[in-house]
């Protein structure tokens, strides 16, 4: 958050400097003669900064805003779980559900999620035995292994 606030604050110190340059070559080409001290000069920068903080502002009441409020769920996560899952293709998925005390099984695709079946009868799920929890690394040294050997 503190980085965020450093790299916001040195984006409108980086735009300030460009607009006072923008100004100050807009108004050495009118007349050469005129300083910063001009109150056209001085109003229109206030007003180029007035405006870059207020959107600043807006940006960092509205992500304080969805922070406080935006993460609302009306259910919790005990009570609705994704067991398993069995993909179909490369975008379709079936998938095995437990809501509260019924299991449903949900077809999912890019555009839709279906319901295909209510099962009468819950599934037990099994828990993963060491030997089949694998991570990757063991997996694909175990695959070179095979595969150099053949």
Not at 116 to 128: G, N
């Amino acid at each position: 958050m503190k980085i965020r606030i450093l790299r916001l604050a040195s984006l409108v110190f980086l735009l300030t400097v460009v607009s006072i340059n923008a100004i100050a070559a807009d108004s050495s080409s009118v007349a050469a003669t005129q300083t910063l001290t001009d109150p056209d000069i001085t109003a229109s920068l206030l007003k180029v900064t007035g405006g870059l903080l207020l959107v600043i502002l807006a940006i960092l009441g509205s992500a304080w805003f969805y922070r406080r409020f935006g993460n609302m769920t009306s259910i919790s996560h005990e009570s609705l779980k994704v067991i398993g899952g069995l993909s179909m293709g490369q975008k379709e998925k079936i998938v095995l559900m437990q809501v509260g005390d019924e299991q449903l099984l949900l077809g999912v695709s890019p555009g839709r999620i279906q319901m295909l079946h209510v099962l009468e009868k819950p599934i037990e799920a099994k828990p993963v035995s060491a030997a089949e929890d694998k991570n990757f690394a063991s997996q694909l040294s175990q695959a070179v292994k095979q595969w150099k050997s053949s």
